[in-house]
């Protein structure tokens, strides 16, 4: 995918749309201008949300968890947030990017499933893992093509416990994902080619 827009879009026209019923997503914005402002405000909304429940032990390693989480925002994402599951210190991470499909983008029929999401159409669901070692970090992706327009919403990879806390969450919100374009109406993903319409769509994510 590119950061490039597709040919009639300028900056500003268009917008992704999507929210979270349940609580523990956190925005990361691409631009702060004070961090220090920034990672205090954010702290404060974690020790309000979980109340009682947080402990103030974790405020510092939270906090370094807040900066880290800017410092490793993609750079092509639209939509970046930290999802914090618990009151403490364990984050996952996810992303929402779209842009122009470079030449040539094809998606692999062997790699993902057909999935079919509320607002943005059909897509491919398509689980991640990354050998890092003693364990394999899972992760989960789903990306929708609208013509020219590929969106794209990850699940970054993480240790199988943190993904199977995370993983329903992250479900309910790409349900809730949609592009408009210029004119305000939604941008729909159709069948990607290759893939089978007759092929059974998946009721249920993978937890690990």
Excluded: K, N
Aim: no cysteine; hydrophobic share 50%.
């Amino acid at each position: 995918m590119t950061d490039r827009m597709p040919d009639g879009w300028g900056a500003g026209q268009w917008r992704l749309d999507a929210t979270s019923e349940q609580g523990g997503w956190l925005l990361l914005p691409a631009d702060v201008a004070d961090v220090d402002i920034w990672v205090g405000d954010s702290l404060a909304q974690l020790r309000d949300g979980w109340a009682e429940r947080w402990d103030a032990s974790h405020d510092q390693p939270a906090a370094d968890l807040l900066r880290a989480g800017l410092v490793a925002r993609p750079e092509e994402a639209a939509l970046a947030f930290q999802l914090w599951p618990a009151p403490a210190p364990l984050v996952g991470h996810a992303f929402v990017a779209f842009g122009t499909a470079p030449e040539g983008f094809v998606l692999d029929p062997a790699a993902g499933l057909v999935y079919e999401a509320e607002r943005m159409g059909v897509g491919i669901q398509r689980p991640t893992t990354v050998d890092a070692g003693d364990v394999d970090l899972v992760g989960l992706d789903f990306l929708f093509i609208a013509g020219d327009v590929v969106v794209h919403a990850s699940l970054q990879p993480t240790i199988p416990e943190l993904f199977a806390l995370l993983v329903g969450s992250f479900h309910d919100f790409v349900q809730t994902l949609a592009l408009l374009g210029p004119d305000g109406e939604p941008v729909v993903a159709s069948l990607p080619s290759g893939f089978s319409a007759d092929e059974r769509w998946p009721d249920t994510v993978p937890t690990s």
